[in-house]
């Protein structure tokens, strides 16, 4: 920025240094906005887990939201893991879904369902999302757990120990 606040290049010619006004440094600063946004958008983040519900059916109301460019598919062997924590089961994974090709939907998200706990009563998920129901033994919250987008050359499953020396 310039002393009036202005956007300015500057560029080198022969010794000399030439300033290059607004338009050239609008399209330029433009464009990188651009370059950053499309880099941004090809990231999976975890958006949001619902663990503990204040519901008398609590673990039912579970769900975790994967946010996404809207549309765009998710790559393969792409999965959303817990990774339990607890001192005596440290590194063993307590939920594994590969959620590899699904789509997110035009809202940009995706929300994974353990239908093993039966349906949450009342509960309705944005039509905007894309719903992945999956099928897990444990429900997410069971004592200290970390929760990751991760791809994997190999299946993850459930109970799969991913801290085989136990370092931590």
């Known amino acids: 920025l310039d002393k009036f606040g202005e956007i300015v290049f500057t560029r080198k010619f022969g010794g000399k240094m030439k300033k290059i006004n607004n338009l050239f ?5 433009a464009f ?3 370059l950053i946004s499309v ?3 090809a990231q999976i983040l975890v958006n949001e887990i619902e663990i503990d519900p204040p519901t008398e059916v609590n673990d039912r109301c579970q769900y975790v939201e994967l946010r996404g460019t809207p549309g765009a598919v998710v790559p393969a062997n792409t999965y959303f893991i817990s990774i339990n924590s607890d001192q005596s089961n440290f590194g063993f994974l307590n939920t594994a879904v590969n959620v590899g090709g699904q789509t997110f939907g035009t809202n940009g998200t995706i929300t994974l369902i353990n ?3 039966g349906t949450c009563p009342n509960r309705t998920y944005p039509a ?3 719903v992945l129901n ?3 033994g444990l429900s997410l919250g069971q004592g200290s757990e970390g929760f ?4 994997s050359g190999t299946t993850l499953a459930a109970g ?4 085989t020396n136990d370092d931590g």
């Not at 990751?148 to 791809?151: G, I």
């Not at 799969?160 to 801290?163: E, G, K, R």
Request: aromatic share 8%; hydrophobic share 50%.
């Open 25 to 29: 440094a609008l399209i330029s600063v």
């Open 32 to 34: 990188t906005v651009i």
């Open 39 to 41: 880099s941004a958008q």
């Open 115 to 117: 239908t093993l706990l």
């Open 128 to 130: 905007a999302t894309t």
């Open 134 to 136: 999956y099928s897990a």
């Open 148 to 151: 990751y987008v991760v791809q």
């Open 160 to 163: 799969q120990d991913l801290d």
